[in-house]
């Protein structure tokens, strides 16, 4: 399976210059709310924030990266178009990657290898050319006619999606450049780092109650940026549970959306992992932690 370049990869500069101006156009975003303040143009930022994380969370990741759920075409197609607007590729390209994550998980041909540093993880990887994927890993998406499409147009989904919207939307409270500066590029600035967290933060802060094999951490603190993403520990040692936080009180809204559409009839075929083979994986942590204490009692 190709990977990004290991060896100090030459940085991308479509992707580098992209994202150096719309951190710019943030901080002007900064300004314009503070000289012109519009509520409507705030909230709309507010708005996409969540139905983009969604849009990621649910979507990119637990319907398409990994299938933990079916539902309806539109909504399949609704998720696509705000996926869009959070920039981080196509579903195919982000699944693709994704699904190498968790194949080579802290090894070198992990695309986000936390081992790589904090910063590599968080956004390097993004920055620097990196080697083109045959997508042998994601056949089931290429049968997918609108996942493919927004592939293909990617440029088009993400002008139409985070630009184009969010300005006309803005004319009917007479403040389009705030609207686009406002949703179009603070509010992205936030939704990249969020995000990014889970391939940062998440391999770094947190617990591992459910699997030691690799770097993977639970944190209420990625959960609460990504509208439940952060139990990330269980997520590797389950990647097809639709659920992150397996516990009823942990913070996933995602899991509550999904499951309420469940409810709604709007999603079905939900995978959700037993509680037996849970509490063994947690059995078996406590043993491999008990093991390691007597090892270094022994020293």
Known sequence: MNSPTSTNPPLHLLNTWFFVIIHALAIVAIWHMVVHF????????????????????????????????????IFRVWHLFFGAATVQNSALKWSADHRIHHGHVDKELDPYNIKKGFVWAHIGWILHQAEELDYENVPDLKKDKWLMH?????????????????????????????????TGCLRLVLEWHSTFSINSLAHMLGTRPYSLANSARDSIITAVLTMGEGYHNFHHRFANDYRNGVRWFHYDPTKWLVWTGSKLRLTWDLKKTSRDAVMRAKAKVIEELRAQKLAAAAE
């Open 38 to 73: 519009s509520w409507a143009s705030l909230w709309l930022g507010v708005t996409y924030f969540v139905v983009c994380t969604f849009a990621i969370s649910a979507g990119y990741h637990r319907l398409f990266a990994h299938p933990t759920y079916k539902t309806f075409q």
């Open 150 to 182: 927004q592939h293909r147009n990617y440029f088009w989904w993400v002008a139409v999606s985070n630009f184009i919207l969010p300005f006309s939307l803005g004319l009917l409270w007479g403040d389009p450049w705030g609207a686009f500066l406002v």
